[in-house]
């Protein structure tokens, strides 16, 4: 048995930042109450962990209590929801990651500049929310190119890609807004931002690289993890033993029979340790 782990698995340089960011509050804050404003990363072992430090998750901003600090996902909030904290007697620490930051910026400027905006994501996902609240009610939200064929989009366009969309399907989505929309409305003016990033395209690559070579491929990380979800699909496209685990203790024995090459990639919120677990606990199993 051969195992063929991801270079690029684990914390991105996002999710890395962000606990750095916040692992030394409740030491340097002794008597200060911490908020995490929603769940920080989309990884429950790790926001456990955080939990354990004595942080508390909420979800309604008027419950948090003055004096106290609250950390803002790497995901972002919305301008209005960062409006609300600005004036609050808190502690704000942000970590909103710098590529949601420049997607942010891209929708106010293409907002200010009155071009309706294409996000290409999940209208439901937190990062999505935020940015939706930077278009000031210019945005429409879609996944795929039947989504948009019957929308009404107006004379001026903006195209942005939620951070963890898969790049191939992004351009599939541009090509056909090009081939089919973009010919028959005549004054129609198109601009296209690529606001992947870079740690998702580089993790996303190397995942279906590692696919092709492998028998079966495990990918570790949260249900609740877009990237996460993401490296699953890219795989599951390639071969059909694939399975997605939260942790070592989902791994089942009969997945590994007659199985020579198995390949490992990890979402960008799932901490090293799980990782680690997860070869072990492969390696034990003798198959
Ligand atoms: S996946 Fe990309 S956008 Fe998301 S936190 Fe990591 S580096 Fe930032």
Known sequence: MKIIIAKNAGFCFGVQRAIDMINDLPNKYPDKKIYLFREIIHNSQEVKRL??????????LNKIENDSIVVV?????????????????????DTTCPYVKKIHNIAEYLSSNNYDILIIGDKHHLE?????????????????????????????????????????????????????????????????FNTICDATYNRQKETIK???????????????????K???????????SVYLIKNASEI?????????????????????WIIQDVIKKIKELNV
């Open 73 to 93: 996902s790497t995901h972002g909030i919305t301008p209005d929801e960062l409006e609300i904290l600005k004036k609050r007697k808190i502690i704000l620490v």
């Open 252 to 272: 089942k024995k009969r997945w590994f029979t007659n199985k020579k090459i198995i390949g490992i990639s990890a979402g960008a919120s799932t901490p090293h």
């Open 51 to 60: 939990q354990e430090k004595g942080m508390h998750i909420i979800y309604d």
């Open 128 to 192: 999505v929310r935020g940015i939706i609240g930077y278009c000031h009610g210019r945005s429409k939200v879609a996944s795929s190119f039947s989504e948009i064929k019957n929308m009404k989009l107006g004379n001026k366009i903006g195209i942005i890609a939620q951070t963890t969309q898969n790049i191939d399907n992004y351009k599939k989505i541009i090509f056909n807004i090009i081939d089919k929309l973009f010919i028959k409305t005549k004054q129609m003016e198109i601009r296209i």
């Open 230 to 240: 993401r490296l699953y699909e890219l795989s599951k496209n390639i071969l059909k």
């Open 210 to 228: 590692i696919a092709k070579k492998s028998d079966v491929v495990i990918i570790i990380g949260g249900r609740n993890s877009a990237n996460t």
